[in-house]
């Protein structure tokens, strides 16, 4: 009997859990949603790391066009699938969607055109790399919401430490500074290669830092303004054999090096040096062992000067939001309050003139150097193919691993591009 | 299994047992007798060392295994309580330099933490619910109605457990967005239960098999119905099986991430893509997500505690056929 009363009560206190859960169920705790309606509220789908550099936009938004906000924050790895998910199934569960610059050429029938937010004002605001991206088969379809680029970081103390400016220039015959061009780059990494210390990393489980290192010798990356694969060409081998030359005065492993286990090095003290995205300067943290002992500096050159590979995010309308109106007014709110996302721990923007007025500030020395690197002659944005991703993850990294575990560049390179060739086709 | 197995009868019947062999030889003299008394206590020393010396190394392997299992769990938790340069140390500290609290008042001050925490819950026990109001009677008329309509049934059943959610994962939403479910717990609790359902059938019906026909038909004599006996004996006698069902449908559903991540917006996000919303493009927020992830795991142990009995009663169900 004793069984029977214990199974009464489960059955009881299932049932009420049951009824609660059903109850509360309509709506979810997350609160209501007006998605896809023509309410004044706009659901903008965002990566968890952006959220916090538009919740300022999102306040004012809410100040000067009435507009409510709700954020859907999802991981990276995931949101992908559920752009695809959504856009392909014609039902969308948000107004807005904060894309990477590496899907909008995947994305772009799915999105409609912003082009009335671009004008040439905004135009001349915005860096001309990100304007060039932003335009798909002649339409603006994204408005910039943030960008990034990588620029140099490196050891303060250790740069101006009186032993190794003497030590430096006696070994090499110039003076110890911020790296501007490759050979100076690979002289500091050796010369600070001691006591187990690291000059710099080389991250194998990434493509784009060797990609900026192929802007700067003078080449489109990968694919040429015809979709002709140039991976093979002499400039993508000098900069797989520059990148790849690095691996002496790095730490072991550089295969499976990726952004966070870099960061992790540099902000441990591990490597006098490193080729990074500019929002890590105000991300180290202050009971880090470099914490106040940073420099930064742009991006190093190489024979067609310097160059970066830009990490912008742009704000876009799907075309299947019936909230289009209300979703254009919050993206232009997001232009209008650009600088607001400076004040964020992100502390990113996308125009111009934000930047500028900022990196005169102490604590934005990264500033100056991430304008000179996103102005530089040879920055480009990645090309404009929905294969980007698939030639990324199949292709670019698995050869950068294997080039800096040893292998010979030119049969990677070769085999690289009969591999993206076969991807287009 | 007759009473005389020695099984039910305990280590002392066990041990009596043993030295029979030495008690068959035939006793010849005193001297003999006693040469024998001292070989069976030998042999049962010796028994009883080689049971002690097999006893430690049971445990040292439990140890071993306890570790094992338990290490990235502490490790988890002993980096919750590390300060932001502990947690990426190179190479990794095990135990913090510096204790602190700071990263579970980040992650649980962070906004929606809460709400999707709501949202596990309800989603979680929706789907248990479902799945054992589903595979109950399914595994019940399985096991007692043997026919070959309900043997290729449970084997469907287990087909659709080969099935990779992410191949279900966007069908399954784009359904209930055109149904007007988008972003509800409820979607999600459906999509759960399909994950959930068929390990729920499967084990039902190991223990339905458990339990012997005669007692149904004893209950049939007294005057049940069949749902009576089932009801009223059946159920009682596996509701320990019932009960680790339901934990195993209840942590499938809790932990569950995929679906989750397409099928929830606004309103119904759970606390799995929440947690995972601590690793950004921009870089990784150990302590929170560790924290997070530590207080997340307190509901499903203090369940596994709450049912521990039930549970093993369950696991032992169906282990030993008469």
Redesign the interface.
């Given at each position: 009997m004793s069984?029977?009363k214990?199974?009464n009560r489960?059955a009881t206190i299932?049932g009420l859990?049951?009824a609660v859960?059903?109850a509360?169920?309509?709506?979810?705790?997350?609160?209501?949603?007006n998605?896809g309606s023509a309410a004044s509220t706009v659901?903008v789908?965002v990566?968890?790391?952006?959220h916090a550099e538009l919740t300022g936009v999102a306040e004012q938004c809410k100040k000067d066009a009435g507009i409510d906000v709700?954020f859907?924050?999802?991981?990276?790895?995931?949101m992908f699938?559920?752009l695809?998910?959504?856009f392909?199934?014609g039902?969308v569960?948000?107004d807005v969607a904060a894309l990477?610059s590496v899907w909008l050429p995947s994305f772009k029938d799915a999105v409609q055109p912003i082009d009335e937010l671009f004008t040439d004002e905004a135009k001349k605001d915005i860096f001309p790399a990100l304007v060039k991206e932003a335009n798909v088969d002649g339409h603006f379809i994204g408005m910039p919401a943030w960008t990034n680029a990588e620029i140099i970081l490196f050891r303060t103390d250790l740069f101006e430490d009186a032993a190794n400016k003497n030590g430096f220039k006696a070994k090499y015959g110039y003076d110890l500074a911020a790296p501007t061009t490759w050979q100076q780059y690979k002289d500091i990494s050796e010369f600070f290669t001691k006591d187990g210390m690291y000059g710099t990393d080389v991250k194998g489980g990434v493509e784009t830092e060797w990609l900026a290192h192929v802007l700067q010798a003078g080449s489109p990356m990968v694919l040429d303004e015809n979709n002709n694969v140039v991976i093979d060409n002499a400039a993508h081998k000098e900069a797989l054999d520059f990148y790849t030359s690095l691996t002496s005065y790095a730490p072991p492993g550089a295969a499976q090096v990726d952004w966070?286990a870099a960061?992790?090095?540099f902000?441990?003290g591990?490597t006098a040096m490193t080729r990074f995205?500019a929002?890590?300067y105000r991300?180290i943290?202050k009971?880090?062992?470099v914490a106040g002992k940073v420099g930064a500096a742009p991006m190093i050159g190489g024979s067609a000067g310097v160059a970066g590979v830009p990490g912008p995010w742009y704000l876009t309308v799907p075309k299947a939001t019936k909230n289009a109106d209300n979703a254009k007014k919050f993206v232009k709110c997001a232009y209008d309050y650009n600088s607001l996302g400076i004040e964020s721990s992100?502390g990113l923007a996308s125009r111009i003139s934000a930047f500028e007025k900022y990196q005169d500030k102490s604590g934005y020395e990264s500033f100056g150097p991430l304008i000179t690197t996103l102005n530089g002659k040879a920055t480009d944005t990645r090309p404009a193919t929905e294969k980007w991703q698939q030639i990324v993850d199949t292709v670019l990294v698995p050869l950068l691993q294997k080039a800096v575990a040893g292998g010979d560049s030119t049969a990677l390179l070769a085999d690289a591009k009969k591999q993206i060739q076969d991807l287009l086709k | 299994m007759s009473l005389a197995d020695p099984r039910l009868q305990g280590p002392a019947a066990t041990e009596t047992t043993m030295p029979t062999s030495t008690v068959t030889s035939p006793p010849s003299t005193t001297a003999s007798n006693g040469n024998g008394a001292r070989r069976r206590r030998y042999h049962a020393e010796g028994l009883e060392a080689g049971k002690r010396s097999t006893r430690t190394l049971l445990w040292i392997l439990l140890a071993a295994a306890m570790i094992f299992y338990g290490f990235p769990f502490l490790y988890l938790l002993f980096t919750s309580f590390k300060t932001p340069i502990d947690t990426i140390a190179v190479p990794p500290t095990i135990l913090p330099r510096e204790w602190t609290l700071e990263n579970y008042t980040n992650a649980l001050g962070r906004s929606g933490v809460l709400a999707s925490f709501i949202n596990s819950a309800q989603t979680a026990i929706i789907s248990t619910v479902l799945s054992l109001v589903l595979a109950v009677p399914a595994a019940y008329g399985i096991t007692r109605y043997k026919t070959p309509s309900g043997r290729v049934f449970i084997m469907a059943a287990l087909v659709t457990r080969m099935v990779p959610p992410v191949a279900i994962g966007i069908p399954l939403a784009s359904m209930m967005s055109s149904v007007g479910l988008a972003d509800t717990p409820i979607a999600l609790s459906i999509a759960h239960t399909t994950i959930s359902l068929p390990l729920s059938i499967w084990l039902m019906s190991s223990f339905f098999e458990a339990v012997p026909q005669d007692l149904e038909e004893a209950a049939t004599v007294d005057g049940c119905s069949r749902l009576g006996a089932l009801w009223r004996v059946v159920i009682p006698v596996v509701s320990g099986g019932i009960a680790v069902t339901a934990i195993f449908a209840f942590l499938a559903s809790w932990n569950e991430f995929l679906f989750a991540l397409l099928m929830t917006a606004v309103r119904s996000q759970t606390t799995p893509v929440v947690i995972a919303n601590f690793q950004t493009q921009f870089g990784l927020d150990w302590g929170s997500m560790t924290a997070l992830a530590a207080v997340y795991s307190i509901p499903v142990i203090l369940l596994t505690l709450l049912l521990q009995r039930k549970i093993v009663a369950g696991m032992t169900l169906g282990a030993v056929k008469g």
């Amino acid at each position: 009997m004793s069984t029977r009363k214990t199974i009464n009560r489960f059955a009881t206190i299932g049932g009420l859990c049951t009824a609660v859960a059903l109850a509360a169920t309509g709506c979810g705790a997350g609160g209501p949603t007006n998605s896809g309606s023509a309410a004044s509220t706009v659901n903008v789908l965002v990566e968890a790391g952006g959220h916090a550099e538009l919740t300022g936009v999102a306040e004012q938004c809410k100040k000067d066009a009435g507009i409510d906000v709700n954020f859907v924050e999802l991981p990276y790895d995931g949101m992908f699938n559920r752009l695809s998910s959504e856009f392909s199934s014609g039902n969308v569960s948000f107004d807005v969607a904060a894309l990477d610059s590496v899907w909008l050429p995947s994305f772009k029938d799915a999105v409609q055109p912003i082009d009335e937010l671009f004008t040439d004002e905004a135009k001349k605001d915005i860096f001309p790399a990100l304007v060039k991206e932003a335009n798909v088969d002649g339409h603006f379809i994204g408005m910039p919401a943030w960008t990034n680029a990588e620029i140099i970081l490196f050891r303060t103390d250790l740069f101006e430490d009186a032993a190794n400016k003497n030590g430096f220039k006696a070994k090499y015959g110039y003076d110890l500074a911020a790296p501007t061009t490759w050979q100076q780059y690979k002289d500091i990494s050796e010369f600070f290669t001691k006591d187990g210390m690291y000059g710099t990393d080389v991250k194998g489980g990434v493509e784009t830092e060797w990609l900026a290192h192929v802007l700067q010798a003078g080449s489109p990356m990968v694919l040429d303004e015809n979709n002709n694969v140039v991976i093979d060409n002499a400039a993508h081998k000098e900069a797989l054999d520059f990148y790849t030359s690095l691996t002496s005065y790095a730490p072991p492993g550089a295969a499976q090096v990726d952004w966070a286990a870099a960061q992790n090095l540099f902000n441990q003290g591990k490597t006098a040096m490193t080729r990074f995205w500019a929002h890590a300067y105000r991300q180290i943290p202050k009971d880090a062992p470099v914490a106040g002992k940073v420099g930064a500096a742009p991006m190093i050159g190489g024979s067609a000067g310097v160059a970066g590979v830009p990490g912008p995010w742009y704000l876009t309308v799907p075309k299947a939001t019936k909230n289009a109106d209300n979703a254009k007014k919050f993206v232009k709110c997001a232009y209008d309050y650009n600088s607001l996302g400076i004040e964020s721990s992100l502390g990113l923007a996308s125009r111009i003139s934000a930047f500028e007025k900022y990196q005169d500030k102490s604590g934005y020395e990264s500033f100056g150097p991430l304008i000179t690197t996103l102005n530089g002659k040879a920055t480009d944005t990645r090309p404009a193919t929905e294969k980007w991703q698939q030639i990324v993850d199949t292709v670019l990294v698995p050869l950068l691993q294997k080039a800096v575990a040893g292998g010979d560049s030119t049969a990677l390179l070769a085999d690289a591009k009969k591999q993206i060739q076969d991807l287009l086709k | 299994m007759s009473l005389a197995d020695p099984r039910l009868q305990g280590p002392a019947a066990t041990e009596t047992t043993m030295p029979t062999s030495t008690v068959t030889s035939p006793p010849s003299t005193t001297a003999s007798n006693g040469n024998g008394a001292r070989r069976r206590r030998y042999h049962a020393e010796g028994l009883e060392a080689g049971k002690r010396s097999t006893r430690t190394l049971l445990w040292i392997l439990l140890a071993a295994a306890m570790i094992f299992y338990g290490f990235p769990f502490l490790y988890l938790l002993f980096t919750s309580f590390k300060t932001p340069i502990d947690t990426i140390a190179v190479p990794p500290t095990i135990l913090p330099r510096e204790w602190t609290l700071e990263n579970y008042t980040n992650a649980l001050g962070r906004s929606g933490v809460l709400a999707s925490f709501i949202n596990s819950a309800q989603t979680a026990i929706i789907s248990t619910v479902l799945s054992l109001v589903l595979a109950v009677p399914a595994a019940y008329g399985i096991t007692r109605y043997k026919t070959p309509s309900g043997r290729v049934f449970i084997m469907a059943a287990l087909v659709t457990r080969m099935v990779p959610p992410v191949a279900i994962g966007i069908p399954l939403a784009s359904m209930m967005s055109s149904v007007g479910l988008a972003d509800t717990p409820i979607a999600l609790s459906i999509a759960h239960t399909t994950i959930s359902l068929p390990l729920s059938i499967w084990l039902m019906s190991s223990f339905f098999e458990a339990v012997p026909q005669d007692l149904e038909e004893a209950a049939t004599v007294d005057g049940c119905s069949r749902l009576g006996a089932l009801w009223r004996v059946v159920i009682p006698v596996v509701s320990g099986g019932i009960a680790v069902t339901a934990i195993f449908a209840f942590l499938a559903s809790w932990n569950e991430f995929l679906f989750a991540l397409l099928m929830t917006a606004v309103r119904s996000q759970t606390t799995p893509v929440v947690i995972a919303n601590f690793q950004t493009q921009f870089g990784l927020d150990w302590g929170s997500m560790t924290a997070l992830a530590a207080v997340y795991s307190i509901p499903v142990i203090l369940l596994t505690l709450l049912l521990q009995r039930k549970i093993v009663a369950g696991m032992t169900l169906g282990a030993v056929k008469g």
